[in-house]
């Protein structure tokens, strides 16, 4: 802890920060609820959870207003109740949940406490300058907050754009526990080939902003040249059934579309795994990659959010930025023909995750920006930038 701590915060230090958290539900299979599920069970400070947001994919305009009213007034009366030192938001930049948290974070600001947002997605089309009226209105609600948390150093640079010139933290995204001991069990030094064959998996939602097209197009090729691969897909979306056509019309065989996957069988899929591929278009930290990587999987994919922050080509397998199949091919093609390659990078994944990614260390982290949060508000200088 700073030192130089106030006399009026010294009972506050006493004991660890309390904190008011919005989730949206935790049971969904969205990217926030996945994070917050895993780094849940290691917060160790007072930490007190708030569902906000959707309940059902059915809501319109009415309804969906009629909520935001209530869950505004439900925050209102937890505030006033609660003793808490800060509030952690976790919105998206999309202009729905922006309104949504910005209301939340004015009502804290009111009540003068701490805030905290940590932004986990980003308008793609907001990329470059944004729009002078975005501008303007970010820094009029979201210029309140205290420190933001986000998933990688271009997102830091989106913020200063958007004229935010408080504390930015960069943090990572939390590997579940249950993954993480699953794949404990697996041998690093598995053959590059199960039962003679080389299994390439897509996970994630089937839309074309995941890359769904060109994966089963860089497939296509690696096809031609290597008979004995096979393609996993994984998830489900809008465009699972135009996919399903467009394998299907491009007459591409061994490929499996085996929907949305969570739990013991997602372990099941990362198992049968010899290499990941994600050529996504726009991502905050992708979870799906370094729960791959975890398992030891090397990984082919777009340079895109958080990745290039930490991802080492040909370490840990392959990081480019174009998504044309010939190059997702050539790449994946490298693996195929490379054994050792391989082995050397199972090895070297699996580590890096539980030496970065666990989610007993993303939640230790993000505790002590709690405390350096409320060490700011009592008059220590917050020294992370």
Known sequence: MPSNVSASGAARCERPPRVLLTTPLLNGRGGVSQYLCAVRPHLQHDVQYLTIGSRSGDENILTTLVRMVHDSWRFARTLRQGNFDIVHLNPSIFPKALVRDGILLLIAKALGKEVLVFTHGWNPAWDGR???????????????????????????????????????????????DELLNDSEDESAERGTTVSGRFNILFLARVEKDKGIYEALDAYSVIKQKHRFVSLTVAGEGSELDAARQYASSRQLSDVKFIGHVQGAERCKVFRTADAYLFPSHHEGLPLSVLEAMAYGIPVVTSAVGGLPDFFEDGTMGFITERRDAEELASLLSRLVCDPSLCSTIRRFNRQYVRGHFAACKIASRIERIYVLLRGAADGAILSTK
């Open 130 to 176: 944004p729009p002078r009226y975005l501008r303007w209105g970010f820094r009029f609600v979201y210029g309140q907050a205290d420190a933001f948390i986000v998933l990688g150093n271009r997102f830091k640079q989106r913020l200063r754009l958007l004229g935010y010139d408080k504390r930015v933290f960069v943090e990572g995204a939390p590997v579940a």
